[in-house]
C-alpha cells in the first residue's frame, strides 16, 4: 500500500517538501528491485529449461547408432539454436540468424515455422556499445503479431533477456527486430535465440 506525500508530510511534520523526494527516491528503489526480480526469475527459468533438455539428450554413442540404423534421433523435447549472422560493428534493425540444426524452423532474418505445435522461445541480445538511445527489440510473428517485446536501456542496461511459450501455425514467420538500429554483439554468449518444441497436439 503506497502513501500520498501529502499523507507522510503530515504525518512526519515535513513541511519542506522532503518527504516527497524521499517517496519518490524508494519508488525508484522499488521500480529497480521489480526489474531485477524479474530478469532474475527469466533467467532462473530458462537456466531449469535447458538443465531439464540436455539431462534428456541422447548421449553421442546413442546418436551414433541411431545414425548407423538410418533412424533420425529422438529428442523428447526438440530444441533448435540460432546464432547472430552479423558484425559487431554492423548496424543491425532486423536481426539475422544461422541456424545450428535445422528441424521445425528454417530461414535466416525471417524464420519459417514448418510444423504447428506449442513452442518456448527464449532470447537474449546485448548492445555492443553504450548509446544514448534506448532501443525495443521486438519478436512478431506473421499471424499473431507481437509476441515479446524488451526495452534496453542504452546508457544504462546493455542486455535484454525474454522467453514466453505459445502456439504456431505452420507457415507461420518469425522475424526479431532493433529499433532503432543499434550494434549489437555477435558472441554466441551475448546473443542468441532458441526454439524448443513441446508438442503438436
Known amino acids: ?3 500520498s506525500a501529502e499523507y507522510c508530510n ?13 517517496l519518490v527516491h524508494q519508488r525508484r528503489l522499488i521500480r529497480v528491485l521489480l526489474v531485477w526480480a524479474t530478469l532474475l526469475t527469466l533467467g532462473l527459468g530458462t537456466s ?10 541422447p548421449t553421442p554413442s546413442a546418436l551414433q547408432n541411431q545414425e548407423n ?30 541456424t545450428l540444426r535445422p528441424l521445425f524452423i528454417s ?9 504447428f505445435g506449442h513452442y518456448f522461445l527464449y532470447l537474449k541480445v546485448t548492445l555492443a556499445s553504450h548509446e544514448k538511445a534506448n532501443h525495443t527489440i521486438i519478436v512478431k510473428s506473421k499471424k499473431r503479431d507481437v509476441i515479446l517485446k524488451g526495452l534496453i536501456n542504452g546508457s544504462k542496461l ?16 518469425l522475424t526479431v527486430t532493433c529499433q532503432p538500429k ?20
Not at 503530515?10 to 524521499?22: E, H, I, L
Not at 531449469?48 to 539428450?57: E, Q, S
Not at 530461414?107 to 510444423?115: C, K
Open 10 to 22: 503530515d504525518k512526519t511534520g515535513d513541511r519542506g517538501g522532503g518527504g516527497g523526494a524521499a
Open 107 to 115: 530461414g535466416s532474418n525471417q524464420l519459417l515455422v514448418n510444423e
Open 48 to 57: 531449469i529449461t535447458l538443465h531439464i533438455i540436455r539431462r534428456d539428450a
Open 158 to 173: 546493455s542486455s535484454v533477456l525474454m522467453a514466453k511459450g505459445f502456439s504456431l501455425d505452420s507457415g507461420d514467420t
Open 1 to 3: 500500500m503506497s502513501l
Open 182 to 201: 543499434a550494434k549489437i554483439q555477435s558472441a554466441h554468449t551475448e546473443t542468441y535465440l532458441g526454439v524448443i518444441k513441446l508438442n503438436s497436439t
Open 69 to 98: 540404423d538410418n533412424h533420425p534421433p529422438s529428442y523428447n523435447h526438440p530444441l533448435m539454436e540460432f546464432l547472430p549472422d552479423w558484425k559487431d560493428t554492423d548496424m543491425v534493425d532486423l536481426l539475422q540468424w544461422k
